[in-house]
């Protein structure tokens, strides 16, 4: 089912290409791999598709095996900052890692500065909104606003662009793309295949 559906994307369209075709049934079955997925295998996009497309997986499997659909990206995970991976609530076990997950939802480029993250770049996690506000508000009362360690709030960055933000406020362009990248996410057919939605 997941190779019948795997290029469709939300209601009845398809995308424009396709990276392999199905032929016959069953037992009889054949995959024959088109040249759109040869190109892009040789492109520079390539290093970081294996790790995407696994990561993504996880969360598929990780979903269908909690019996979740929606539920396990809106508030059925949590991170593990010390292996820096994203992980089931329900069952605290580990799903993916946040860059390979959240990476491709933002094309490949950090949520900063807005330029490609290499697979030989040092990347970070950026709490878009710093985890020093919950620390703030603390202070006078206490923090009534949303979860800042939740995977709406995490981004991968340059380590370097990372250090340099520290704990100000995103700006108007950086929330412009945590929206874009939180709702590709939401709107994603991946997301949107495990059962119980």
């Not at 981004?155 to 709702?183: F, I, M, Q, T, Y």
Request: net charge neutral; proline share 5%.
């Amino acid at each position: 089912m997941v190779m019948q559906k795997f290029h469709n994307l939300r209601g009845d369209t398809a995308v424009p290409h396709t990276f392999y075709e199905l032929t016959g049934t069953g037992r009889h079955r054949v995959v024959r791999l088109t040249p759109d997925l040869l190109q892009l295998a040789q492109s520079e996009q390539a290093a970081g598709l294996a790790a995407e497309l696994g990561a993504r997986w996880s969360i598929v499997e990780s979903s269908f095996a909690a019996g979740i659909g929606r539920s396990l990206i809106e508030n059925g995970v949590t991170v593990d900052w010390d292996t820096l991976k994203i992980t089931d609530k329900r069952r605290r076990r580990s799903v993916t890692g946040i860059i390979e997950a959240t990476a491709g939802f933002q094309h490949g480029r950090c949520l900063i500065c807005s330029d490609i993250l290499a697979p030989s770049d040092a990347i970070a996690v950026d709490h878009v909104f710093p985890f020093s506000l919950m620390r703030r508000f603390d202070s006078i009362g206490s923090w009534h606003g949303p979860d800042l360690d939740a995977l709406w709030n995490l981004a991968p960055a340059h380590a370097a662009c990372n250090g340099a933000k520290s704990d100000r406020v995103p700006s108007a362009v950086e929330l412009a793309r945590l929206g874009a990248r939180n709702e590709a996410i939401m709107q994603s057919p991946i997301h949107c295949t495990a059962p119980y939605n």
